[in-house]
């Protein structure tokens, strides 16, 4: 992946003071959005405008990646400078400097910060109630993958090669470690951002066929990033053999990661909302009632 340097000129450190500040704003917004629609529906479209800019960029690097998988990840000229400007204020602010791809780190982490406050917005903001079951599993998956890049910006922090799901926990190195980033952030970047679309287009959490078209995407996709770490990554960089797909760290990686457990909430939510009347149902129940009584 790129490193970024610690010196940074005017606009990245604009873009990189831009994001800091969108956080407190954002909670703000999402905690004045429990009463106040327009607060709720700022934070909302903060958090999902800045995540689809953000998804095209793992798209944009997909393609390149896919043109020559051998080569170093892409990232787009504004996102450089963000992370440039990020590195700067760790080192001129924190005294945080040589650490190799820490502005990466610190950006992903910012703008997952940023994202997951406008899904906490969706779940508790007025006027979107009617969205809440579909949205806590969106808030559940971006929650995780908040965690992953936590765990991966903490570990370069310390000094020692960012450690998460994302990473295989340290077990792959060179071509296959690139491919398995840029795969596994490409994934699980447009799930995110597909599981709050739907939260977005829907009132009625996910039916008997959305449940099941959504986890079996879901885990589908899952298998991508290591299959194709496997595939494509210079031998003996991590993968030494078929056979190392199975081993214990592997498994986890595929396991702790957003993917599976969101699969599993969506299940089990979709079962739980079967068992139980709808709140729109309870209301017909309530005025047919009503009207039966006064006749």
């Known amino acids: 992946m790129n490193h970024i340097t610690t010196t940074a000129q005017t606009d990245a450190l604009v873009f990189a003071w831009l ?15 429990r009463t106040r629609r327009v607060a709720a529906l700022l934070a909302v479209v903060g958090g ?19 043109r020559d998988p051998l080569a170093p990840g892409y990232m787009s000229p504004i996102a450089k400078k963000a992370a440039t400007g990020l590195e700067s204020i760790a080192a001129h602010t924190f005294g945080i400097s040589g650490r ?16 997951f406050i406008g899904i906490i917005a969706l779940v508790i903001g007025a006027g979107f109630a009617v969205k809440k079951p579909a949205a806590v599993a969106a808030m559940a998956f971006e929650g995780i993958h908040l965690v992953e890049h936590a765990a991966l910006t903490a570990t370069t922090i310390a000094g020692y090669p960012a450690w998460g799901s994302s990473t295989l926990y340290g077990n792959l190195t060179g071509s296959q470690l690139s491919t398995h980033r840029i795969m596994w952030h490409l994934v699980m970047n447009v799930a995110a951002l597909a599981l709050t679309l739907y939260a977005l287009s829907t009132s009625r959490g996910y039916g008997r066929t959305a449940r099941w078209v959504s986890a079996g995407t879901l885990l589908a996709a899952g298998l991508l990033p290591v299959l194709a770490a496997n595939r494509y990554g210079i031998p003996m960089s991590g993968y030494g053999t078929t056979i190392q797909l199975f081993d214990p760290s592997t498994f986890t990686a595929l396991i702790a990661n957003p993917i599976p457990i969101t699969a599993l909430i969506v299940l089990m939510g979709a079962s ?10 309870k209301g017909d129940a309530k005025s047919i009632s009503e009207n039966t009584n006064q006749s």
């Open 19 to 33: 994001l800091i500040i969108g956080i407190p704003v954002l909670i703000i917004l999402a905690v004045l959005g």
């Open 48 to 66: 999902v405008g800045l995540q689809t800019f953000h998804s095209f960029e793992h798209l944009i690097q997909g393609y390149f990646w896919a």
């Open 100 to 115: 190799s791809t820490l502005g990466m780190e610190l950006l992903h982490l910012v703008g997952n910060t940023l994202f």
């Open 272 to 281: 739980a909302a079967k068992s139980r009347p709808t709140a729109d149902a």
